[in-house]
C-alpha cells in the first residue's frame, strides 16, 4: 500500500454515509460499494478507464468489477494491519460519482450487495487452518477469525467460536449485507417466499432467518443512519 493504516484515519460505516454528496454508496460488509449501470460493456470500459485516471488512488484501490450490464466499484483498505473504510474514501466516493455523471451513467445504490459464510466452530484454529488451505484464502487483517480471497472475488469466511456442540442448528450459515434502506424489503421477499423470522434483536442492523426446513441467514445493513433502536 501506499499509504499505511497507522497514517491514515479510519471512519465508521455510519460516518461516511453522513458524509454529503454520497449517495450513490452504500456500505456493506465488504467496504463502500457503487453499482453503475452501464448497459454496454463498452460503456463499462469507458468508465473503468476513467476511474483508473483519477489522481490520489491508492495502490490496489478500488475494486471494479466490469459486466456488460454495470460496473461495480468498491472502496476498501486492504493492508497488514487494517481492513476497512478510510477517510480517502469520502473523497474517492466523491470522484467516481462525479465521473460517472459526466459520462451520463446512473447509479443505482439498491443493486449492491455481499455475501459472507459464517462457521461456527469448536476447534476454531484447526477449522481456520483447515478452509485456508482448502480455499487458498488468507487472514484478514486484525483478525483471527476471518479469511479473504486475495483476488478479493469470493466471499470471505468468517469462523464464529462456539463453547459447546450445537448437534440441534446447522453450523454453518450465510450472511447477506444489503444496504441500510433496502434490508426490510429484502427481509420482507424472504419471509414471503417462505422463510421465518428468527431473531431481530439486533434490527436494523442485522436479523436472522431461516427458510422453510430451518437453514439460517443472517441479513446485515451497515451504517443505519436512523434513530437507534430500543430494545426491551
Known sequence: M??????????RPKQFHETAGL???RVLGEGACAYFRTGSFAVGARLALAISELPGLADGEPDVDLRPEGVTVRLITVAEDYYGLTERHLEQARQI??????LDIPADPTAVQTVQVTVDALAGPEVVAFWRALLGYRDRAGSAE??????RRGAPFYFQQMDTPRPQRNRVHVDVWVPYDQ???RIAAALAAGGRLLND???PSNWVLADPEGNEACVGAAGWTGPEPTHS
Open 2 to 11: 501506499t499509504d499505511t493504516a497507522s497514517k491514515i484515519e479510519r471512519i
Open 23 to 25: 449517495a450513490d454508496w
Open 97 to 102: 460519482s462525479a465521473v460517472a455523471r459526466a
Open 146 to 151: 476471518d479469511l479473504i480471497d486475495p483476488q
Open 183 to 185: 434490508a426490510e424489503a
Open 201 to 203: 434483536a439486533d434490527a
